[in-house]
């Protein structure tokens, strides 16, 4: 294993431990940040991504989103190993959302509403009508993917811009669907969700789960494709 696809493994299990980690924090009984809101989730998110990808950036340029590697190999700016890339956020993500339910695992059994403890790991949109959950995937994750792709040309260096364009996803996008944006962020966890033993749990709502892995993918390979035609 190359130290870059280290890197992914290490930063995409790091995005999830606090990305998933803010949703049990909203999301589950008797936590401190129980029921403090989608605000709260929106700017958990950024900040997750801010740290994953200052761990991560130096030693594999912190994709973490398997949307974001397929764009970028689009794009021409990746000439890594797509496929190792891409295991590794799978399997970061599965150790990330297996971190928070350990972490949390009294909430998780005090909390008797089984949407609550599913929506600590993965998507589901607000109003099931699979069309438009699928066109906001690919619209929230266009926008990141062309916002990755065009921060270098505004000379911003770091992982801030990122993660402001995730919190902005987040606020203005994000209430459809939940916003996944990343088919490791949420497939890895959903597949946590229907391994790990939770006390309670519904059934892991496979029947959407293409969703938010196909949506960000088209999303992301359609910005890549306005950028080079633009670029």
């Not at 066109?135 to 260096?157: R, Y």
Request: aromatic content about 10%; proline content about 5%; overall charge positive.
């Amino acid at each position: 294993m190359g130290q870059d696809i280290l890197f992914e493994f290490i930063g995409t299990a790091i995005l999830i431990l606090l990305g998933a980690g803010v949703c049990a924090n909203v999301n589950l009984k008797k936590t401190l940040g129980n029921s403090s809101g989608w605000v709260v989730i929106s700017f958990g998110w950024g900040l997750a991504v801010f740290v994953a990808a200052f761990i991560s950036a130096p030693y594999s340029g912190a994709h973490l989103n398997p949307a974001l590697t397929i764009g970028l190999a689009i794009a021409g700016s990746f000439k890594g190993s797509g496929i190792g890339y891409i295991v590794a956020q799978m399997l970061g993500a599965i150790l990330g959302a297996s971190l928070v339910f350990l972490m949390y695992k009294p909430h998780f059994d005090a909390e008797e509403n089984p949407n609550a403890k599913k929506g600590v790991f993965c998507t589901g949109p607000a109003i099931k009508a699979y069309t438009y959950n699928f066109i906001s995937e690919v619209i929230g994750t266009f926008v990141l993917m062309f916002g990755v792709l065009m921060v270098g040309g505004a000379q911003i260096d770091g992982p801030l811009p990122v993660s402001l364009v995730i919190v902005s996803i987040g606020m203005s996008l994000g209430g459809t669907t939940g916003y996944a944006i990343n088919p490791a962020r949420d497939l890895g966890p959903r597949i946590a969700h229907a391994i790990l033993p939770i006390k309670n749990k519904r059934d892991s709502d496979w029947g959407y789960s293409w969703i938010p892995v196909l949506g960000p993918i088209v999303g992301a390979a359609l910005a890549s494709g306005l950028y080079l035609l633009i670029k």
